[in-house]
């Protein structure tokens, strides 16, 4: 699924990636909502979008080290431009939405984005 696309279904403000070539080049093949990071270290592949309601450095270096693409921030919360810039200087693309975590996920897997289940889900 493009990043466009997730923006759109989320109703979802750019923080970074604002170009809209880079929205529609970015493919997102699962995602996970989490406010813990130790969960995301365990469960999250590559190409991933993590929706999480947490606005520190940390999430970004999590994401850093998982491959993650793209954050979208929940609740409409917004980070501090520190953190804007280390996404920048990352590579990670960052969305922000009014919507709750429960029905951001619930949106994307009614569209067709899933995520990658643990072994004791299965």
Do not use: W
Not at 32 to 56: E, P, R, W, Y
Not at 88 to 116: F, S
């Amino acid at each position: 699924m493009k990043l466009s696309y997730i923006k759109t279904i989320l109703d979802a403000d750019i923080l970074t990636g604002e170009d809209s070539t880079e929205l529609d080049a970015t493919e997102i093949h699962t995602a996970c909502g989490c406010d813990l990071m130790s969960d995301v270290l365990a469960f999250v592949k590559d190409q991933s979008l993590l929706l999480t309601g947490l606005i520190n450095p940390q999430v970004i270096r999590t994401a850093e080290m998982m491959d993650i693409v793209a954050v979208c921030f929940v609740r409409g919360k917004t980070p501090t431009q520190e953190v804007i810039e280390l996404a920048k200087d990352r590579g990670i693309a960052l969305i922000t939405t009014k919507l709750p975590l429960y029905l951001a996920c619930g949106k994307l897997y009614n569209e067709g984005l899933g995520g990658k289940q643990s072994a004791e889900a299965l």
